[in-house]
């Protein structure tokens, strides 16, 4: 809600007046482009969730993927990442699966995801270092302090799995329990038969999220000339935002505004770019999202009356 505060007082009425009239006249089928690839993107991260389940001995029904994972979506516009934690439970409960095992699969999955990330940050920082060079000297960020944020959780690391060895305590031996299933989970990945479909499904999701983020582009006068040497670093910065809060509420306009501001894009139409893509695909996680915590139960109807 801050950073909604902080657009409203840093633009005068006739800048917002401006950013409301592009978003007004945004073009709805390219609107409705994007949302079906947020769809897709959705649909292949619960598909592809089949391929690291498999190696753990489960095979849950794509229904219930699929809705657990627009539950996760729509947790997380919440509380930040706690969609991951949703996500793990309601597989759980109806599919048998341990909420360890089943939460060890998800942090594989997005180890995975963090890897894709990473790609995405390595082509911005070639296309446009110096852009990225000077926010990080803006913000005086060094590679040493991060080094020693990397240095500092090894450490916490080993000192916890030194705390824990040979504790019999009944407390300390549920924590190992689930740290092992938690393990065993992420280790799914070397063992997973499929690979090749996996690794399909994770370049088709973040080719989804990227088209969905520009297509958007050709809503606005200022940004439909832009290519992608402009848009990617706006879509990363963007993707940043929303996984450090909740669902990017506010922050996500203002970040993607401020780099395509680097391209001589005014302020208000960065802001109805950011709005847009924003909106839409936010509103669909509301929508599908909030109806997956209403059907889930409905579908597995037949299993919650057999174990009641």
């Known amino acids: 809600m801050f950073f909604i505060y902080l657009t409203y007082t840093s633009t ?8 409301l009239q592009y978003i007004q006249k945004a073009d709805p089928v390219i609107i409705l482009c ?23 001995g489960y095979k849950p029904r794509l229904i219930n993927s699929i809705l657990a994972v627009l539950i996760a ?24 699966i341990p909420f360890e095992k089943a939460f060890g699969t998800i942090v594989a999955e997005r180890l995975v995801d963090l890897l894709i990330l990473l790609g995405f940050v390595a082509t911005a920082l070639i296309l446009q270092f110096d852009l990225f060079w000077g926010i990080l000297q803006e913000k005086n960020i060094s590679f040493s302090q991060i080094s020693v944020g990397i240095g500092t959780l090894i450490l916490l690391y080993f000192l916890i799995k030194k705390g824990l060895a040979g504790n019999q305590n009944p407390y300390v031996l549920r924590i190992k329990k689930f740290i092992s299933g938690l393990i065993e989970g992420i280790l799914s990945l070397k063992d997973m038969p499929n690979k090749g479909a996996f690794i399909f499904h994770t370049l088709f999701i973040w080719s989804m999220y990227l088209a969905m983020f520009y297509v958007v582009k050709w809503t606005v006068p200022e940004t439909a000339v832009l290519g992608l040497n402009a848009i990617l670093p706006a879509f990363v910065i963007g993707g940043l935002a929303i996984s450090a809060t909740n669902g990017g509420i506010g922050i996500f306009p203002i970040s993607v505004a401020l780099v395509l501001a680097a391209f001589n894009v005014s302020n208000e139409s960065g802001l109805a770019f950011g709005w847009i893509v924003w909106t839409s695909q936010t509103m669909m996680i509301l929508v599908f999202g909030g109806l997956s915590f209403f059907v889930l139960p409905l579908v597995n109807r037949q299993k919650v009356s057999e174990s009641s």
Not at 12 to 19: F, G, H
């Open 12 to 19: 005068s009425e006739e800048d917002r007046t401006l950013i």
């Open 34 to 56: 994007s949302v079906l690839f947020g769809v897709l993107s959705h649909l292949s991260r619960a598909y592809r969730w089949k391929f690291l389940l498999a190696p753990l």
């Open 73 to 96: 979506y729509i947790s997380n516009l919440g509380i930040p990442r706690s969609g991951e934690l949703f996500r793990a439970t309601s597989i759980s409960t109806y599919e048998d």
